[in-house]
Structures are given as C-alpha cells and as structure tokens.
C-alpha cells in the first residue's frame, strides 16, 4: 500500500470499505460492483425479532456479507480475526497501521464520537478503514464522512467491542492473497441470477413477498390510541431505509449502478438496461413511500395507511418484473 | 432512462455532513452525489425524541418508587433491553428484576458496578441518583 491514502465518501459502509480495501490491495473494484457481485440486494421484514421495540426491517442483506461473499466469489484470500481482550486487539491494530496496511473494522455508531449526537444509536455493524495513528488518535477513513476523521484508541476500542445485536467482538480484516486473471464475466452472472432468486423467494417476510406483507401490515393500521406506536412504526421503517440504509431507495439506485457497470462483461445488454430501469423505478418509489411515511407520522390527519401500502407494493411490482428479467440472464 | 431525484435539503441532525448516493447524469451513466433529506431528518429526530420521553416517563417512575434508576441510564444510553442484557451479560429476566426499584435496594455493590460501566458512569452516581 502506497503512502498517499485517498479518502472517498460512499453510499453505503460496507461495499464502501470493500471497495476502498481492495482497490488499495490492486484489485481495482467499484461500490456498486462490490455490492452487486455479493447479492446484496434484499429485503426483510422480521416482526419476531425486535429492536428497539420494533420489528427487524432491512433493505439488504445481513450485515458482513458482503465481507463474507467476496473473498467467495472472487477467490481472495481474506484475513479475518476477532478478538477476546481489547488490549491484544489494540496492539494488533497500531501493529497493521506502523507496517502502513490497511485494515478494516468493524464498529459500534453510538460510540464514535465523531458522529454527530442524534445519529449515535446502538448499530454494531458499521464499516470503517484505519488508515494511521498520531499519539493515541486514529486516522480514519469512513465511507460516511465527507473527510477523514480521527479517533481517540480508547473509544475506538469501546466501538469495537460492543455488545448486543450484531456484536463486533473486534472483527479486524483485510485481503491477504488476491488471484490474478478474475473471470467477472462469469461471476457477475452467476451474482444476478442467484440474487434475482433470492428476492422471489416464495418466503412471506423477505424479498418481494417480503415487502408486500409488510404493506399488508401497514394498510391495517390505526390510529385510535396508538398514535404514538404508530409514529414511530412508521418513522421506524423510514429510518431502516434512510439513515441505516441510504438515501430514499439508495439500496435500489446502488444495484441499478451496479446492472449498468455490469454490461462491459459479455452479458444480455439490453435485459440489463431494462432491469435497471426498473431498480430506479422502484427506489424512487420506495423515496415517495419514505416520505408518504414521514407525512403520515406529521400530521394526524393526514395518515392515510392505504396510500402507504399501495407505494410499497409499487416498488415491490418494479422489482418482481426486474427480478424475473434477470433470472433469465 | 428514469430520472432519479435527489433531495437538496437540509438535514440538521448530521451537522453540516452531507451523505452521498447514486444518480444518473444526462447520458444515463451512474455517478455519486451528495444528497440532504429532510424526512430522514425527521425519522431521526422521531427516534431521538422516543427515547427522551422514556426518559422522563422513567423520571416518573423513579419518583414513585416503581423503576429504578438503571431503567433511566438504559433509555439515556439509548438502549432497549436486549442491548442493555447484553452488555451487562446477564439474563433478561434479572435485568428486568433490576429495573424495579424494589430490587435495585437490594442490589449488591458488584452488580450495580457491572451496570455502572455498561453506562460509563461512578458507583456513587447510579446509588445516590435523585428523579
């Protein structure tokens, strides 16, 4: 890794991290690619499990599988370590960043103190790289923040081994042989058609069908003394796909980026193109369902679930008629 | 190909930082750009404010002696009871046991210490807290 790092902002945490990481290891590899070639486009709604209260909504898959996925499909040997005491965790880290490599890590929001306060909540699986260390503070590169930040070694030790949901338990990566001559034709291919699968799984709480029960779930809504559930419910949802997620439908928009950097590799162009499309159709959508959600949640009077419901199965149409382009690629 | 519209508005809760997504540009090639949300704004700022009136619904309580003050430091550390159970590694139905003032008197000084450090806070605070 040379000396000169340069920091990127991205859409999204983990493909960013991804991205970064492999680009400066010489496998020069987009956002949207490290995403798309993972299948990590998804959606899931879990009412049993709850957080916070509420129930498990996600616009992705599970967190670290991207981590998971790309040394699979691509063949890379990753370093993967998690940690039991914090002091040999820490050693190890300011070890990687004297030797200059780059590493990433996995954290805790709510105990970084360069995120500003109310975006400081109890999500264990954010993204980041360290890029160096002076005194006892961290350079880091996070693919949130417009620039580089710095982090004191004693929180950054807090944000890597936290507890609960998703803990990180000092999860430390990087890749430590990459193949040369990576046929991404094939696995591009083999990328689309296993994820087109998996969100017409025929199981209600994921996927398209995912979607549509949790519009189900919407339509059914009252108002008459559970406004307050309600609010937050909704707002809930927006959140999932905002702040946890990206920008409106940015999930949608991110794997459209990906079908259309896909079509340099020997596949069906015009079913890329197509399905594509169809991806911005349903992140604008899901955009007009966020902010349909958020008015709701404003004003009493004018929570019309109905409408709500009918936005989400909208996208949940434009993804089913993607999805099954795709699976024919 | 589909416009994608991005919201230029302003978002106070990230604190000048602005985040970034993906749009098309004219020619239909996809291309990162800094976007600002006000309804992400507002779910944020919804679910910031629950948890300040956990917080003083637990005041509340305190006052009339029905939760402890462990149930105000979990909501000011914006947590919910799994989180909270695990930090502290113990089973959820001592944590809930905790959480009633009845039971916190009686609670030993290890105990409350293990909850001390999952709160970042002093032996003395937690035992001498006044809602």
Redesign the interface.
């Known amino acids: 890794m040379s000396r000169t790092f340069e920091h990127s ?3 999204h945490c983990e493909s960013g991290v991804i991205s970064t990481l492999l680009t400066s290891y010489g496998l020069k590899i987009s956002e ?1 690619m490290a995403f798309g070639i993972t299948s990590s486009l998804s959606f899931v709604y879990l009412p049993v499990v ?4 509420m129930p498990l909504i996600a616009y992705r898959n599970l967190p670290k599988n991207i981590i998971r996925n790309i040394s699979k499909v691509l063949g890379i040997t990753m370093v993967k370590k998690h940690y039991k005491n914090p002091l040999e965790a820490n050693a190890d880290l300011t070890k990687f960043v004297e030797e200059n490599q780059l590493v990433g890590l996995q954290t805790s929001v ?1 105990y970084l103190p360069y995120f ?1 306060k ?5 999500f264990n699986a954010h993204n980041l790289l360290v890029v160096g260390k002076e005194g006892s503070d961290y350079t880091i590169s996070d693919p ?3 620039d580089l930040v710095t982090c004191d070694e004693k929180e950054l030790t807090k944000a890597r081994f ?4 998703f ?1 990180p338990k000092g999860f430390l990566y990087y890749p430590q042989h990459i193949p040369e001559n990576i046929d991404l034709g094939k696995v591009i291919k083999k990328a689309i058609i296993k994820n087109a699968k998996t969100l017409l799984t025929p199981f209600p709480y994921a996927g398209v069908k995912g979607m549509r029960t949790l519009a189900k779930k919407i339509a059914k809504l009252k108002l008459d003394n559970n406004e307050r559930y309600v ?2 419910f909704l ?2 949802i ?2 999932m796909q ?2 946890i997620g ?3 439908g ?1 999930f949608r ?2 794997y ?2 990906f079908l ?2 896909a079509k340099g590799y020997g596949l069906d162009e015009s079913k890329l193109q197509e399905a594509s ?1 169809l991806f ?2 349903s ?2 959508a899901l ?1 007009e369902f ?2 349909l ?2 008015e709701s ?2 004003k009493t009077q004018k929570f019309s679930p109905q409408a709500i419901s009918e936005k989400l199965i909208e996208a949940s149409m434009f993804e089913e008629k993607a999805c099954k382009i795709l699976k024919t690629l | 190909m589909e416009k994608i519209e991005i919201p230029q508005e302003e978002n106070k809760i990230l604190e000048g930082q602005r985040k970034v997504m993906y749009v098309t540009d004219e020619s239909g090639h996809f291309e990162r750009q800094k976007y600002g949300s006000s309804a992400e704004e507002f779910a944020t700022q919804v679910a910031v404010e629950e948890f300040e009136q956990l917080c003083k619904e637990s005041l509340e309580r305190i006052k009339n002696n029905e939760s402890s003050p462990i149930e105000f430091f979990m909501y000011k550390n914006r947590m919910d009871l799994p989180t909270l159970c695990s930090v502290v590694g113990m089973f959820a139905f001592r944590v809930k046991r905790h959480l009633k003032m009845k039971h916190f008197k009686k609670l030993n000084d290890k105990i409350l210490q293990r909850y001390c450090e999952a709160f970042d806070i002093r032996l003395q605070e937690l035992k001498e807290f006044k809602a």
Do not use: W, Y
């Not at chain 1, 709850?50 to 209260?53: D, G, R």
């Not at chain 1, 109310?118 to 109890?122: L, N, P, S, T, V």
């Not at chain 1, 936290?162 to 949901?165: D, V």
């Open positions: 902002q991205f859409a949207p709850k957080i916070s209260n709510f500003p109310d975006m400081r909540f109890h949130v923040f417009e936290a507890r609960g949901i803990a609010k937050n707002t809930h927006v959140r905002e702040e990206t920008g409106g940015g928009f991110l459209a980026a259309q950097e499309e911005v159709k992140g604008n955009r966020a902010l959600c958020v949640s404003k």
